[in-house]
């Protein structure tokens, strides 16, 4: 391949905030039609980086050349006018407006006397979203799309303007597999149209299966680029965080102690039938299967988020009712939710008050409210999930991404439940945290917690299960042990295909 010349160029980039140097001093470039990656640990700088590229943040030093011309990116339409579209990781869209109102926020077009032409709104954005296979119109509204067509909008955004750079930062977090095969053609579209394609993930299989280049960021400084055809995920891991991890499926001998947690013939309208299975002390039990499989809605039953129709639910032996979160938590189940920023975390608070919110009336009781108690307590699993962030008092609001879900995991593992309910633990986090997130549980198991990890990613529910549930369609497909369980017939089971083990 003749080395094409780059399209963006950024030379040099620092950026402070008070107490972080983010970036420092930071080279990287994109050629017209490549997919780079951009990797690094959580908080290594990514997001800001590509914050300074679109206008969002003013970098303190450096320069953005775009063409070979040096350019100021002082806010976000310059840098749109400049050709550069930022797909956000948090998504940035008005709820209460339509598709096609955000489609072109602040451009409508206009008709003579600067009234809106809404027909010709409608027809252009009309035709860009059945580009995009997306099956609402231009009428919609924002608030009423799933997370996935939320994110179809913002690209459809980034279409509407031609443009020469556009950034990913983590699309594919909560996207279904259907949605990422759509996302990956699109990408491949627009590196078609020679677009220059700047890609964040934490997924080290898509990002080697999509990207030309790999980019590395540690601790906001620039640490090498590699040609992904020519690097393998161990390499660009001793980039990332200055070691190799072991990755192998840990031999999980437990202590199982008695039967913790224990559902029987539990379903719950159409969403899952006849689930029946113990978790014991001292054990980690994987639920895999696909998106819809019905693995969230049963977490959310156990934690009195939604009510069961049939069956029940027995903890140490004893039947329990559990209608309320409240009432989860009080026989000590505890869930870590898949959408944890909605349902987790209060983004202008600090560090130590996020993490401690729920246990605050039992650190209170007694004449002294110990503050000091919640700062050991938010160090404790600062030091242990290795949380970024310049102290206790640092606003979650300002977090990385990854690491605010590290606030959400401590909260709930610093509560220490009987029952551990952990719903996509790593998702949206870096690999170095991510196998100390499963050393972690391991090591909750090893203490006797009973734990249930809700997963998407096989090589996760491998490394950490003692027992697998496969699940399809709402129903239990197979239950297998940690020494039986081969990819194969995990795959096989969760597909639907054989039928269920009562039928076997
Ligand atoms: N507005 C802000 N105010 C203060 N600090 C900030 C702000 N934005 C980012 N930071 C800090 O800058 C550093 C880099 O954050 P950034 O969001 O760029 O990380 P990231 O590489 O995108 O991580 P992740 O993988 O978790 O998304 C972090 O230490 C973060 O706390
Ligand atoms: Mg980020």
């Not at 420092?24 to 590229?53: I, Q, Y």
């Not at 019905?294 to 039953?301: F, L, P, S, V």
């Amino acid at each position: 391949m003749t080395e094409q010349k780059p399209v963006l160029r950024l030379e040099g980039i620092v950026k402070t905030f008070p107490g972080v140097r983010a970036l420092d001093g930071v080279d990287f470039d994109v050629r017209p039609g490549e997919v780079h990656a951009l990797m690094g640990e959580n908080g290594a700088g990514k997001s800001t980086l590509m914050k300074v590229l679109a206008g969002m943040h003013q970098p303190n030093e450096g320069r953005i050349l775009i063409d070979d011309k040096p350019v100021v990116m002082t806010n976000p339409i310059a840098a749109k006018e400049n050709g550069v579209i930022l797909i956000h990781q948090e998504l940035s869209l008005a709820e209460e407006m339509t598709v096609a109102e955000n489609v072109f926020l602040g451009e409508l077009p206009r008709k003579r006397f600067g009234l809106v032409d809404w027909k010709t709104l409608d027809d252009r954005v009309g035709t860009i979203l059945k580009q995009l296979n997306c099956d609402f119109g231009p009428r919609t509204r924002i608030g009423s799309l799933s997370i996935a067509k939320k994110q179809m909008c913002e690209i459809a955004r980034a279409l509407t303007h031609s443009a020469k750079v556009v950034v990913f930062d983590e699309p594919t977090a909560s996207l279904t597999d259907s949605e990422k095969v759509v996302l990956f053609d699109i990408i491949k579209d627009l590196q078609k149209d020679g677009v220059g394609i700047i890609y964040i993930s934490h997924r080290m299989e898509e990002t080697f299966k999509i990207t030309d280049r790999i980019s590395v960021l540690r601790d906001g400084a620039y640490r090498g680029t590699l040609n992904t055809a020519e690097t393998t995920e161990d390499e660009v891991t001793h980039l990332m965080i200055g070691r190799t991890l072991d990755t192998s499926n840990g031999t999980n001998v437990s202590n199982r102690g008695e039967v913790k947690l224990s559902v029987r013939n539990l379903s719950c309208g159409n969403l899952f039938h006849d689930i029946s299975f113990d978790v014991h002390a001292g054990e980690i039990v994987g639920f895999y299967g696909l998106v819809g499989a019905g693995r969230t809605e049963i977490a959310e039953t156990l934690f009195g988020l939604r009510r069961h129709s049939h069956g029940q639910i027995m903890l140490d032996g004893k039947e329990v009712t559990i209608n309320s979160p409240v009432e989860a938590i009080a026989n000590g189940i505890s869930l870590v939710p898949e959408s944890r920023k909605e349902q987790g975390l209060v983004l202008g608070m600090n560090c130590r008050d996020n993490m401690t919110l729920p246990q605050i009336s039992d650190l209170t009781q007694g004449p002294f409210v110990s503050g000091g108690a919640e700062v050991d307590i938010y160090k404790d699993y600062q030091k242990r999930l290795e949380i970024k962030a310049p102290s206790w008092r640092s606003i979650v609001g300002n977090l990385s991404g990854g690491n605010q879900q590290k606030i959400v995991i401590g909260k709930w593992l610093s509560m220490k439940p009987k029952v551990l309910i952990v719903d996509e633990p790593t998702r949206g986090i870096d690999v170095g945290s991510k196998s100390e997130i499963h050393n972690l549980l391991r090591e909750l198991a090893g203490q006797g917690y009973a734990i249930i990890v809700i997963s998407s990613e096989m090589p996760e529910v491998l490394r950490v299960s003692d027992r697998i549930v496969a699940m399809y369609s709402g129903r239990i497909m197979r239950t297998f042990s940690a020494a039986e369980v081969t990819e194969d017939s995990l795959i096989h089971a969760i597909s639907g295909l054989g039928g269920t083990d009562a039928a076997a």
